[in-house]
């Protein structure tokens, strides 16, 4: 899909909405599977800037932060879901643990995380705010989450000895 680009690729895209004054938001995340706290919050995190950029961790990533049996659904199609929501111009997929390296790349004007996170903790911030830009942290939908859907699952499929472990 023509939103899902490779870093240098986005980075040359992003250059004509610099330059004609446009401000560029940055959020990143697994986004495994795709629930209601995560459109709500990409939604809010639209209405900061003129283009929103989602650096989405890739499968290797996310198994180091998640575990070995996440995620649920592979990078090409959790990016290609999401590529399907009008409120995001662009994802890129990163592969390091944290997107730092991709934030210096590509310089955007706003850092938007969501209230799990408190600013302190946010990578990038200080990078951020050495060119202007600042950081935005957009609360969290309240009992919405990919583990609390796999816990769900996991109460309603998996009764008796069966046990499933899904983490």
Known sequence: M???LEREALRNKLEAPRKKGKKIAF???CFDILHVGHVRYLREAKKTADVLVLALNSDSSVRSIKGEKRPLINEKERAEILAALEFIDFITIFEESTPLK???SLKPDILIKGGDWPEEKVVGREEIKKWGGRVVIIPEVEGKSTTSIVEKIKQIYCSGN???DFN
């Open 27 to 29: 959020t990143n995340g």
């Open 2 to 4: 023509h939103k899902i």
């Open 102 to 104: 991709l934030i210096k």
């Open 162 to 164: 069966k046990v499933i």
